[in-house]
């Protein structure tokens, strides 16, 4: 199963913590704010500590314990290229869409 996360604040980087123990299939994270941020907040989580594991960056992509994710960086839902990733399931961590 190939899943994407939208939204990388506090829900969307523990539900990654918890599906990389779990070896789940983290394929691409959506955020608003950059890369560097992501891998700074990843390491360093006030609440839930520092991670334990490898992470790096390449270009688009956030590299964590040598698993590739890409990173993307879209305000509209409906522009995220998820059809083109194959992604089966999208978790929402945005807390912007709150209406079904």
Same mark, same amino acid.
């Given at each position: 199963?190939?899943? #994407?996360?939208?939204? /990388?604040?506090?829900?969307?980087?523990? /539900?990654?913590?918890? #599906?990389?123990? %779990?070896?789940?299939?983290?394929? #691409?994270?959506?955020?608003?704010?950059?890369?560097?941020? #992501?891998?700074?907040?990843? &390491?360093?989580?006030?609440?839930? =500590?520092?991670?334990? =594991?490898?992470? *790096?960056?390449? %270009?688009? *992509?956030?590299?964590?314990?040598?698993? *590739?994710?890409?990173?993307?960086? &879209? %305000?509209? !839902? &409906?522009?995220? !290229?998820?059809?083109?990733?194959?992604?089966?399931?999208?978790? &929402? *961590?945005? =807390?912007? /869409?709150?209406? %079904?």
């Amino acid at each position: 199963m190939r899943v #994407a996360i939208n939204g /990388f604040g506090r829900i969307g980087r523990i /539900f990654f913590r918890i #599906a990389l123990d %779990r070896k789940i299939n983290i394929v #691409a994270i959506n955020d608003i704010h950059g890369l560097d941020d #992501a891998a700074y907040l990843l &390491e360093h989580d006030s609440v839930y =500590g520092n991670y334990k =594991g490898k992470v *790096s960056l390449k %270009r688009n *992509s956030l590299i964590v314990n040598g698993k *590739s994710v890409v990173v993307l960086n &879209e %305000r509209d !839902p &409906e522009k995220l !290229p998820w059809k083109k990733l194959k992604i089966d399931i999208v978790i &929402e *961590s945005t =807390g912007a /869409f709150k209406k %079904r």
